[in-house]
């Protein structure tokens, strides 16, 4: 059960841009989370914004969720290494009882046909009129979520991790959360 939290704000910084000191923090969690295994840490962004495109951002602020003890396994592991002069870490703190509780998820769309053609040309041995002809420009979907930018630490290449708040609940759903503190199913209080 998700009953204590720590926030790690973002500094204002005149080299880097929020996106990108944010893109590095998740990267750094997510390799936390797998190192050590942790399936009991969720997150959520409370500052994200997904009104205008152009402000598709999380915000400032990732908020780790977890049990006091899952979230001092994790802060031990030293990962915020190479970040310390960019964030703000708060001491961690028991969630307000009576929040209300919503699911943070991670949403994958089929965003770019070039790459799916590319997929499809090694999979089926097609040529690259074949795979046009199998799938046209229109598959693209362009998602109106705040996202993140991130590198694949299995082949290097780039991507967007969208990011959805599911609607609010009034009661927790117990359960684990996937190597970006993200599930389908589990709560993480709201507040």
Do not use: C
Request: aromatic share 6%; proline share 9%.
């Amino acid at each position: 059960m998700t009953t204590h939290y720590i926030d790690i704000t973002l500094l204002p910084d005149p080299e880097f841009s929020q996106a990108h000191l944010l893109g590095a923090l998740v990267a750094k969690l997510h390799r936390a989370l797998v190192q050590g295994q942790h399936t009991d840490i969720g997150v959520s962004y409370p500052q994200h914004i997904s009104q205008p495109l152009a402000r598709r951002t999380l915000g400032a602020v990732l908020r780790l969720h977890g049990t006091p003890e899952a979230l001092q396994r994790l802060m031990t592991q030293d990962w915020l290494k190479g970040l310390r002069d960019h964030t703000q870490v708060t001491a961690p703190h028991p969630a307000p009882v009576d929040a209300p509780h919503r699911t943070v998820r991670r949403r994958q769309f089929k965003t770019n046909a070039d790459r799916l053609r590319r997929r499809r040309m090694q999979r089926k041995g097609e040529t690259a009129e074949q795979a046009e002809a199998a799938i046209p420009d229109s598959v693209e979907r362009h998602p109106n979520l705040p996202f993140v930018h991130l590198h694949s630490s299995s082949t290097g290449h780039p991507f967007r991790l969208y990011v959805e708040h599911g609607p609010l609940a009034p009661q927790p759903i117990p359960g684990t959360f996937n190597a970006y503190g993200l599930a389908h199913e589990t709560t993480v209080p709201w507040f």
